[in-house]
Each structure stands twice: as structure tokens, then as C-alpha cells.
């Protein structure tokens, strides 16, 4: 079984800064298998990057994935007062799982 | 833009039985597969279970099995989860999701927006 660590539990940071929000695999996966969504409250999750790194349709490029093998990251350049929200990473390549979530909070 | 809206939730006695349905209108229903995710409140995500295209294979996370069942009617483009024997630590936000291209070794492309079950007596 997976499990995805992702740290840290909540990043307090200003619009306009750069965020990083890791998630760590409990064994090698392929990056084919990551994925990251972000929900706001009282929304369903959305897709941002697939595949690690693959932007989903319509996600602004200030979203970035990147990492292999257990460790993969998501970057988001500057951040828009709508990009704070929860974030969670899923691999999907032996069942589903999701890490447990980081909140990006307005500092 | 697909859509799927979700219905059924509600409040049941711990023990009892609730019926989730997930609609997909104007969607190529029936070559895809689809899956369960919940999330407690204030908790994260967790996925629930999964059936393929046809309804012959179907898969669910240890915290279910054998309690809850996925179905599909591709007459009425319609998914389903049957839950039985419900527990207050199944109280949560149920959404269902087509992952990419309809396949079960994809990414989660597209959400409903959910429905709440809470169970309490």
C-alpha cells in the first residue's frame, strides 16, 4: 500500500510569493502515476498537473509539478489571492490514494 | 463540459442502509469507468471504490468492503453506491469522478459536486 506524505501542514505565505508544497511516496512510483488537485471550501477538487508534471487543461503556468521515484513537488510561482486553498497529491498506479493535504493559508 | 451530479445523501440511524446515485447526462456514460471518493468533515480526501466501463470489475478500500457496493445502469446513465451497514465514521461528502479517457489507471479529470451523508442517531 502508498502512503503520501505531504508537507508541510500549512504554509502561510503573501500573494505575489513563491509557494512549495512537497508530497512524499512510500515507494518508488512512476511520476506517470502523480497527481495533485486543489479544493476550495464547500467545492469538489480540481485537477491541476497529472503525470507529475502535465498542467490540466486551463490551470494557469504559475502551477508547476515536478519530482520522480518518492518525491514530487508542487510550485506555484506567485500566488493569486484565489490560489489559497487545499492541495493534495494522489498517486494513482496501485489503487488510489491521497496525502493528507496542505493548506495554503494567506499570511 | 461533463457534468455529474450527485444525489441521496442524507441523515440515517447507524446500522441502516442509504443509496447514493451519481447522473451524467449528456455523457458518453457507458465507456467509462467511474469511482467513489468521500471525505470526512475537515478531513481529506479518500476513495471509495471503482467499477469499470461494463460493471464487470469492481474494486473498494479495506473501510468498505463488504458493506458497500458500486453498480451501474448504462440504460439510465447512472452510477451508484449501495451502503449497508453504515457507521458514524462513514459520515462524510460523497463524490463521484471520471478519470481520464474513462480509465481506471488514470487521474481524476472530472468531479461531481457532491453529497452528504451523515450518520447519527
Known amino acids: 500500500e502508498y502512503v503520501l506524505t505531504q508537507s508541510p501542514g500549512t504554509l502561510s505565505l503573501s500573494p505575489g510569493e513563491r509557494a512549495t508544497l512537497s508530497c512524499r511516496v512510500s515507494?518508488?512510483?512512476?511520476?506517470?502515476?502523480l497527481g495533485w488537485y486543489q479544493q476550495k471550501p464547500g467545492q469538489a477538487p480540481r485537477l491541476l498537473i497529472y503525470?507529475?508534471?502535465s498542467r490540466a487543461t486551463g490551470i494557469p503556468d504559475r502551477f508547476s509539478g515536478s519530482g520522480s521515484g518518492t518525491d514530487f513537488t508542487l510550485t506555484i510561482s506567485r500566488l493569486e489571492p484565489e490560489d489559497f486553498a487545499v492541495y493534495y497529491c494522489?498517486?494513482?498506479?496501485?489503487?488510489?490514494?491521497f496525502g493528507q493535504g496542505t493548506k495554503l493559508e494567506i499570511k | 463540459q461533463v457534468q455529474l451530479v450527485e444525489s441521496g445523501g442524507g441523515v440515517v440511524q447507524p446500522g441502516r442502509s442509504l443509496r447514493l446515485s451519481c447522473a451524467a447526462p449528456?455523457?458518453?456514460?457507458?465507456?467509462?469507468?467511474f469511482h467513489w471518493v468521500r471525505q470526512a468533515p475537515g478531513k481529506g480526501l479518500e476513495w471509495v471504490a471503482a467499477?469499470?466501463?461494463?460493471?464487470?470489475?469492481?474494486w473498494y478500500a479495506d473501510s468498505v468492503k463488504g458493506r458497500f457496493t458500486i453498480s451501474r445502469d448504462n440504460s439510465k446513465n447512472t452510477l451508484y453506491l449501495q451502503m449497508n451497514t453504515l457507521r458514524p465514521e462513514d459520515t462524510a461528502v460523497y463524490y463521484c469522478?471520471?478519470?481520464?479517457?474513462?480509465?481506471?489507471?488514470?487521474?481524476?479529470?472530472?468531479w461531481g459536486q457532491g453529497t452528504l451523508v451523515t450518520v447519527s442517531s
Open positions: 469522478a471520471i478519470p481520464y479517457g474513462g480509465k481506471l489507471d488514470e487521474y481524476f479529470q472530472h
Open positions: 449528456g455523457f458518453t456514460f457507458s465507456s467509462n469507468g
Open positions: 467499477i469499470s466501463y461494463d460493471g464487470s470489475n469492481k
Open positions: 515507494q518508488r512510483i512512476s511520476s506517470r502515476y
Open positions: 503525470g507529475a508534471s
Open positions: 494522489q498517486q494513482y498506479g496501485s489503487s488510489y490514494t
